[in-house]
């Protein structure tokens, strides 16, 4: 499955943004997505997670409440609404496709990056 990250841009402290993420390939609905973020120096961390039929979605506790993972099957595509975006959310934001959702960074497939920057 391949995949595609979007929507990232610069935005303010307190402002909103939304992520896709599009798939080609493979059947989309057989894969949980994930979605893992990078800040500048650091290491990848996973942020949210979604199973293949979106009955369960995972957070990391740094972002749970402001972010929510969703996924439209029927259009290959997976979104993470960010809210209430904080300087620390300043990262690039990959997407990752697995069989099973996870926490860790164990995912299968990756797409490149969508940059996101947050300004106080």
């Known amino acids: 499955v391949q995949l595609q990250a979007s929507g990232g841009g610069l935005v303010q402290a307190g402002d909103s943004l939304r992520l896709s993420c599009a798939a080609t390939?493979?059947?989309?609905?057989?894969?949980?997505i994930g979605w893992i973020r990078q800040a500048p120096g650091k290491e990848r961390e996973f942020v949210a997670a979604?199973?293949?039929?979106?009955?369960?979605?995972y957070y990391a506790d740094s972002v749970k409440g402001r972010f929510t993972i969703t996924r439209d099957n029927a259009k290959n595509t997976v979104y993470l609404q960010m809210n209430t975006l904080k300087p620390e959310d300043t990262a690039v934001y990959y997407c990752?496709?697995?069989?099973?959702?996870?926490?860790?960074?164990?995912?299968?497939?990756w797409g490149q990056g969508t940059l996101v920057t947050v300004s106080s």
């Open positions: 979604i199973t293949w039929s979106g009955g369960s979605t």
């Open positions: 390939g493979r059947a989309f609905s057989d894969y949980a």
């Open positions: 990752a496709a697995d069989r099973l959702a996870t926490r860790s960074l164990a995912y299968e497939y």
